[in-house]
Nanobody, 128 residues
């Protein structure tokens, strides 16, 4: 079993920055692909970013490219999402997710159904 715990959410003004962290425990392997998803009120959960086991491959949804950066520290079993130039439309609950395997294609890495473990979510609210 794998447990994921997100932290770092909160209220931030538009244009500001925030870093989310996701700590993993349990049977987490460094070979697992990791991702961040978000769900805004009244909307479906959507892909934000993903990272391969060694950080060599990352994917981002178009709306966050150039503003968000995903990274991981396998020694600490932690994944990060650095969010810069935040906009009100980034307001959402952000979820960390882990796959039980590596996800080697963009189609797989961006598909929430390829992820087996989920955190409880952390709220990010961007005020205008």
């Amino acid at each position: 079993q794998v447990q994921l715990v997100e932290s770092g959410g909160g209220l931030v003004q538009a244009g500001g920055s925030r870093r989310l962290s996701c700590g993993a425990s349990g049977r987490i392997l460094s070979s697992n692909a990791m991702g961040w998803f978000r769900q805004a009120p009244g909307k479906e959960r959507e892909f934000v970013a993903s990272i391969s086991w060694n950080g060599g491959s990352t994917y981002y949804t178009d709306s966050v490219k150039g503003r968000f950066t995903i990274s991981r520290d396998n020694a600490k079993h932690t994944v990060y999402l650095q969010m810069n130039s935040l906009k009100p439309e980034d307001t959402a609950i952000y979820y960390c997710a882990a796959s039980s395997r590596g996800l080697h294609t963009m189609v797989d890495a961006t598909n929430q159904y390829e992820y087996d473990y989920w955190g409880q979510g952390t709220q990010v609210t961007v005020s205008s």
